[in-house]
Each structure stands twice: as structure tokens, then as C-alpha cells.
């Protein structure tokens, strides 16, 4: 059985062949599998986004390979062209890369790439605009003229209408306020669950990756330092917190009520987790 | 009777866009007045498009209001000298780390704000190693600032504007782009300013973790604003709160849900609280 994406001893060098030669990321061993929405977290500089820009072909490891499928896509310039259509990659403030005339060209300019016809484009472009909530009046007004919120809806319509295998987000929530957090979120959810298809999300943020990912890897030093479910990475607040991350507010609040002696679990990341075991608890201390 | 800084009076601020041939005004603050006293560290809170940053660029002249008046220490910038002299008074920083670092040296880009005003050299060498000693970057005067990380950039930022002696620092979402650690940093920075060198802080910011640690919040929504307390006051309003796009922290939401105590601002309150309910648990 093959893996959607598969990275073998990944390696990649900035200033390479300098003094200042340093790994980016180094002998990274990965395995995503169809249909996993998998969260990347790590500090600033920890080798996520060089990690990510693998996965397309963006970068070219310099040791070591990425496999899409069971392909290594630097196989040839065919395979290399077609797991850009696979994987589709949308990068941290993606609304700064907006740069057509109009909301609907800039929806089409991937599908078009991709030499689809009129027909399948424009079908694309409607079903990706109604999908991420572009407004229809919208699609033929400039970009520019749209706000902040609009904009990053249209950049990552411009993703989805080439309906990759698997969808990459780049700090997706970066600079959003919390309703626009919770609207994105939401709609990755129903992205995944309408298509199938695989989403790998790098985050920061330890609350939204606890909300959506079903598994969690960890990037430090440019190697990976911990994989597994959101339940066996959390748990290790202290090595986190070791590698500039922090677990969700919610989970410190549950490791201090331990360490006061209550008897709850440790593994709540989410607020909807911790009070449904508050509630019951609390109860019964009313009833004592 | 605190001495005030910075003073909105009934301030309109309305953008203007051509649009066939007539220009379009889209208002984005409408009559607002607020004080902000010297020494004080104030939290702005707003969703996106509420008027937040306009508000945060009347504040050292970068906009100028449509209607009303902005008083900075008694100067009104209607003239450009006076904007200057504003400028000197209350400095900005910026979201983004990468686009308000100019020079290729930490220490010349703290330098060149009292460059500009003419400021001798050994005063701006002292200025400039004060600067980077107040938020932790001294170590790192000689590195490249693209180097660094973000965290550590914003800090630099913020000493360029330490450096000009500003009394008044106002923040723009500086932590939107940091890492936790990154934040972290920025955050003990703009406190430790605040609470030791009596540096005025104006916080503009999208985390309900970093607003709950000022001494007062003013939410701002559809350009007016809407609430205006201390953080205990405005965080005890959670549904009020959400009906503005905005958020609690996760501590104050789950004593709320929970029905147990409104207004909890961290972790500790909350343990604390919970604890002791549960005392008949234990």
C-alpha cells in the first residue's frame, strides 16, 4: 500500500556549499495517508514551511525523497507537473497573492493551468466560490476592491478549484479575529468531510489544531520531534513548552486542577470537553 | 485626577474611494471620544474592518480625522511640524516585523530614529544601548535582523521606538504573526516597558490572553466604540462580547459555561475556583 505523501530521509540546506550552511529540515521520515487531516506545529523557523514546500515540488531536497502516491516526484518533469495539481499548497496571508483582473480569473487561474476546458473551469470556479462562501456578485470585481476576509476567501477558492488530493494550509487563520478564525475552521472541516480529502494544516496555534487535526506533528530543529493523535502529543506539555510551544489554555487548566489533587483527566483541549467533565463532576460534589 | 496623553474628541475618520467620478466616503470611526492616560496600558479589541487600526493611526498623526479633534499632550497635529512633535511622542509598531526593519544591522535600525531628529552621535549610541537593553536584545546589536526571529524582530521595532524616548507606544496586532514563544517575548516586553519605565502602551490585538493582562479594554465595533473598562468588567460580558465577532479567553469562557463565576481572566483564577467548588469532590 502506498501513502498519499511519503517523505524518505528529507533533506534540504539553506546556503548550501557555503560556510553558513545550515539543514532546514534534515532526514525527515514521513507518512500521511489518504484522507488524515494532519497538523504540523512548531516555533518560528523550525523547518514547517520549507517541510511543506516539499510536498509539491516547490523546493528540491537536496538528499532523500518525497513520494506522492508511492511516486517520487522528481522522477521526471511529468510526475513533477502533475503532483503540483495534486497537492495544492495555500501559503500564510494567501490574499496578498491575488493578482488577476477579477474574483473569477483568479479563481480559474489553477484549473486553467491545469487545461481543463471552459466548461469544467467554470463549473469549478462556481462550485469552489459557493464552497468557501465568495458571493457570486463578487466574481467579476476586482480583488482589490474586496476586504481583508473576502480576499483570503477568494486565495484559498483559487486552491480548492483544483481539487487536489491534498490541501496544504500555511498558517490558514494567521490575523483572522475570532469569528473569521472560527469561520475558517469551520470550513475546512466541511471541505474534508465533503471531499475526502487528505489536509495537512501548519499552525501555531495549539487550540485550532486541537480542534481539527487527527494527528499531530511536531517540528523542532528541523527534524521531527514527536508524531502521534492530538491525546499523545498534548500530554507532553513540558517538552513543548521546551520547544517555544504551549498546549491549549484549557489543558494547563486541567494539569493544575490534577496537581490540586481533583481527579480529572489530563487529556482535554478542547473548552466543550473540559466543562462536560466539570459539570459531572462538580455534581457530585454537590451531592456529597 | 491622572493626567491625560492621548484625547479623542467626537473623532470621524471616513476613508474616501472614487467611484464614477464621485468620491465615496466610508466611515470608519464615527464620533468617538476616549482618554488615554499617561502611564496607563490600554487594550483596543475589534473584529476585522471595526476600526481598530484607524484608530490606533489617529493616535500619532499618520491619519488625520475627518471630523473632531486628536490631543496628544495638549499638541493637535494640524500642521506638520506639530505631527512631528506628535510623532515623537507616540511611536508605532507595526503587525509585520519584515516591513519596519531598515537597516541591515539590529543597532542601525535602532539608531535611525534619533538619527533623523539630529541627535548627536555619543547621546544616540547611549539611546540606542539603553534601547536594546530594555526589551533583551543587546546580545543581538551586531546580528542581521533578518536573522532573527519574529519575536525577536518586533522587539528590535519596539526598541527603535524606545530610542526616540516616546512616551507613549501604540501596538498594532504585533503579535499576529509570532509563535507562542515569540508572543510570549512581546508581551513581557510591552509589560515590563509599562510597569518600569511608566511607558504609556496602546495594544491593539486579536488575543483575548494578551487584552485580559491590561489596566483597561476598549472594544471597538462598526467604528464606535462599544465598551470601555477593565478587563474584569468587559470579560465578565461574554455573550456581549461574541455579538461583537470577539472572543474570551478559554479560562473565562469555561467558568462562564460552567455557570460558576463571570469575569475569570486566567488560568490561575480559574483553577482556583474550580477547586474550591469542587472541594466536596475531593
Keep these: ?288 | 485626577m491622572s493626567e491625560k496623553i492621548i484625547e479623542f474628541e467626537n473623532v470621524t475618520f471616513a476613508y474616501e474611494t472614487e467611484e464614477e467620478d464621485a468620491p465615496v466616503q466610508f466611515p470608519a470611526l464615527t464620533d468617538v471620544s476616549l482618554t488615554i492616560n499617561k502611564g496607563e496600558f490600554v487594550a483596543v479589541l475589534g473584529h476585522n474592518g471595526s476600526g481598530k487600526s484607524t484608530l490606533a493611526k489617529l493616535c500619532n498623526a499618520i491619519l488625520e480625522p475627518t471630523k473632531g479633534k486628536v490631543t496628544v499632550k495638549g499638541i493637535v497635529p494640524d500642521t506638520e511640524e506639530k505631527a512631528d512633535e506628535v510623532r515623537r511622542i507616540v511611536g508605532m509598531v507595526f503587525q509585520n516585523p519584515d516591513n519596519q526593519i531598515v537597516a541591515t544591522i539590529v543597532e542601525d535600525d535602532v539608531a535611525f530614529g534619533p538619527e533623523n531628529l539630529g541627535i548627536e552621535p555619543a547621546q544616540i549610541r547611549k539611546r540606542v544601548d539603553d534601547a536594546l537593553k530594555s526589551v533583551n536584545m543587546y546580545e543581538f546589536r551586531h546580528r542581521e535582523p533578518h536573522k532573527l526571529s519574529g519575536g525577536q524582530k518586533q522587539r528590535v521595532a519596539i526598541a527603535g521606538v524606545i530610542a526616540m524616548q516616546t512616551e507613549c507606544i501604540v501596538l498594532d496586532e504585533p503579535t499576529a504573526m509570532l509563535d507562542p514563544k515569540g508572543r510570549e517575548e512581546v508581551m513581557q516586553t510591552v509589560k515590563r516597558l509599562n510597569k518600569e519605565m511608566g511607558i504609556t502602551v496602546v495594544l491593539v490585538t486579536h488575543f483575548m490572553d494578551e487584552a485580559v493582562q491590561a489596566d483597561r479594554v476598549v472594544v471597538v465595533d462598526g467604528g464606535r466604540i462599544v465598551m470601555n473598562g477593565k478587563p474584569r468588567e468587559i470579560f465578565s460580558n461574554v455573550e456581549k462580547l461574541r455579538s461583537f465577532g470577539l472572543d474570551v479567553p478559554q479560562s473565562t469562557e469555561l467558568c462562564h459555561v460552567l455557570g460558576i463565576k463571570e469575569g475569570v481572566l486566567d488560568v490561575d483564577e480559574c483553577v482556583d475556583e474550580i477547586a474550591r467548588l469542587a472541594g466536596g469532590a475531593l
Design chain 1, 1 to 288: 500500500m502506498s501513502y498519499t505523501i511519503e517523505t524518505i530521509g528529507l533533506t534540504h540546506y539553506y546556503s548550501k556549499g557555503t560556510v553558513q550552511q545550515v539543514a532546514a529540515i534534515n532526514d525527515v521520515n514521513l507518512k500521511i495517508e489518504k484522507g488524515e487531516l494532519v497538523g504540523i506545529i512548531g516555533h518560528t523557523g523550525s523547518g514547517k514551511s520549507t517541510l511543506i514546500s516539499h510536498f509539491n515540488g516547490l523546493l528540491k531536497p537536496d538528499s532523500g525523497k518525497v513520494l506522492v502516491d508511492g511516486v517520487d516526484i522528481w522522477k521526471d518533469k511529468e510526475t513533477l507537473k502533475k503532483s503540483r495539481f495534486k497537492v495544492g499548497l495555500c501559503f500564510q496571508y494567501p490574499e496578498y497573492q491575488l493578482f488577476e483582473e477579477t474574483v473569477y480569473k483568479d479563481i480559474a487561474f489553477g484549473p486553467k493551468n491545469m487545461k481543463l476546458s471552459e466548461a469544467e473551469i467554470k463549473e469549478r470556479v462556481m462550485r469552489a466560490a459557493a464552497f468557501t462562501g465568495v458571493k457570486a456578485e463578487h466574481l467579476g470585481k476586482s480583488p482589490f476592491d474586496l476586504s481583508g476576509g473576502e480576499k483570503r476567501r477568494v486565495a484559498i477558492a483559487g486552491v480548492m478549484s483544483m481539487e487536489p488530493e491534498v490541501l496544504i494550509f500555511d498558517e490558514p487563520a494567521a490575523g483572522l479575529d475570532p469569528r473569521g478564525r472560527n469561520a475558517l475552521i469551520n470550513l475546512i472541516k466541511d471541505y474534508r468531510k465533503q471531499t475526502g480529502s487528505t489536509v495537512i494544516i501548519v499552525s501555531h496555534s495549539m487550540e485550532d489544531i486541537a480542534e481539527m487535526a487527527d494527528r499531530v506533528i511536531v517540528m523542532n530543529n528541523s527534524s521531527v520531534a514527536m508524531q502521534g493523535s492530538v491525546d499523545e502529543v498534548y500530554s507532553r506539555g513540558d517538552e513543548l513548552r521546551a520547544m517555544g510551544l504551549n498546549v491549549p489554555e484549557i489543558t494547563e487548566i486541567f494539569a493544575k486542577l490534577r496537581a490540586k489533587g481533583l481527579d480529572v483527566p489530563q487529556n482535554v483541549y478542547t473548552v466543550e470537553q473540559g466543562a462536560a467533565i466539570l459539570r459531572k463532576l462538580l455534581e457530585r460534589g454537590s451531592a456529597k
